[in-house]
């Protein structure tokens, strides 16, 4: 997916993958899901009318209301109303942080932008109104890199921008860029600042508000107020204006954690893909030679006090949960004529095994739900367990409880031969649910994995900025750690070493391999995944 393509800095080449991951499995869902809506399509001509009846509960609907008049649930409208709470208007970050985009984010007509703020509860930006200006953009006084200049085109003068301090009178066009997003930059720090956070999930029209449909362009835009803070955290290191660089990186730190409490798994992974932004500017603070010690003290203190980072649980609970249960409900309730379902065959063997399972009569709808449920339940609680080793064990367990993805090929004959009706209710109910969640739990591995990393980030921001604090109040960096934080992916103490005066911090990685510090931008080593922290200025 080429929309997160050009995210910088070591965290890119996972972050990437992490979000190509999660977007492919948003597209096979809507491949599949015509396909899957030819659920109660029986033999005989009758079952085409007779409606399907799910009993509405918290074991099998979860969500109880709103209701549709069809009797089924509105999973669109409960989820809005699960994430709004008690947030208002007033309260609202995400009011802000919209109105720093502007009414028509990545190219997204206006009336997406009318839907979001009405949802809010506010008024919305007139159609030309101003809003976040992307690096490059056509129009707006960008201009190529000169023939013969150290710049291929603009992005590299984009990734210089962000990558280590500068000064205006080396990179015009990222003076150019800063400059028109000074106003979305300043509601961006004042929206950080606001307690509650309510983004509503806005579904395309045209899909019945589907929430495999829901429309993310904010979200996405987001990404580039991300970088542009980053941007001008290393103009004012460049300008040796040092309190304006921590407070940018500070308002990066928080506005990481404020998209991050999205619906989605894609704005949790978009949080994720901000705070490695922001991880990399503090590694570049702590390199300053003439950094004052009260604006590393003020700054570490601040970052420390800061909102957690919300658990990929939540997402999983909430939004995934019931994107998960609309797609059960249209498979049980949507209605498609043969030729439909004919065209529409994909021709995958999971594709295929569902198709078949969803014409067969026999299937429990309430104990689909029910067993759909129970797994989101088990993986929710999993989550929420502190080891990451306890965490990627169980999960592990988990699946192979489910079954995933093991499918016995004899049913699939079975299925189309005379002898469908054999099978019993209880093998086509489970077989389903073993298909179905092959479609959408294998994700989640990968995206606790990007949340530990996370979280990694920021536990070496915080300790790299006091070991920075250590030198400046008695001029040496300490010959061991203040306090034996423990590296997540190795379970033992963070690796630190000092060399000619100078500190190098690093957890081990996803690989749990010593790499000696080096990370993912290595040429030598594309294996090595070190996240480090050093005081040692870049060449």
Known sequence: MLIYSNLPYNSSRVLNTMFIIMWNRILLVALLLPILCMSALADDQNSQTKPVKITVSPETTRAIKPIREDG???????????????????????????????????????????????????????????????????????????????????????????????????????????????????????????????????????????????????????????????ARAMLHLGEKNYQAAADDLLTLHRFARKIAQGATLVENLVGYALEGIAFQGDNRLIQQPDLPLDVCQKYRQQLSEIESFPSLAKPLDLGERFLALQILLQIATTRLDAETLESLSTGDSQGQLLEELSQHSNLDWDLVFREVNSAYDQVVQILNESSREDRIRNLKAHYESLNLGEINPNLLRMLKSRRADRISKEQITKTFVRAFLGMLLPAIDACSRAETRTRTYYELSLIGLQLREIQLKTGSYPATLPEQTLDAFSGQPYQYRVDEEEFTLYSVGENGRDDGGLGYNNDEDPETDDLPVTSRAMK
């Open 72 to 230: 089924t649930v509105d999973y669109t409208a409960a989820l809005n109303n699960a994430l709004k709470g008690d947030v208002t208007p007033e309260n609202n970050a995400a009011v802000l942080i919209v109105k720093a985009i502007g009414p028509n984010p990545d190219g997204m007509e206006y009336d997406f932008h009318v839907r979001l703020c009405e949802a809010m509860g506010v008024t919305p930006l007139p159609a030309d109104a101003p809003g976040a200006v992307s690096f490059g953009k056509e129009g707006y006084g960008f201009e190529a890199p000169a023939e013969g200049s150290e710049f291929k085109d603009l992005f590299e003068i984009q990734d210089r921008a962000m990558d280590r301090p500068w000064q205006k009178n080396e990179l015009s066009n990222a003076v150019r860029w800063i400059e028109l997003n000074e106003t979305a930059l300043d509601l961006v720090s004042q929206a950080v600042l606001k307690p509650g956070y309510f983004r509503p999930i806005i579904s395309d029209e045209e899909h019945e508000d589907l929430l495999v449909y829901a429309l993310l362009p904010d979200v996405q835009a987001s990404r580039e107020i991300g970088r542009c803070l980053m």
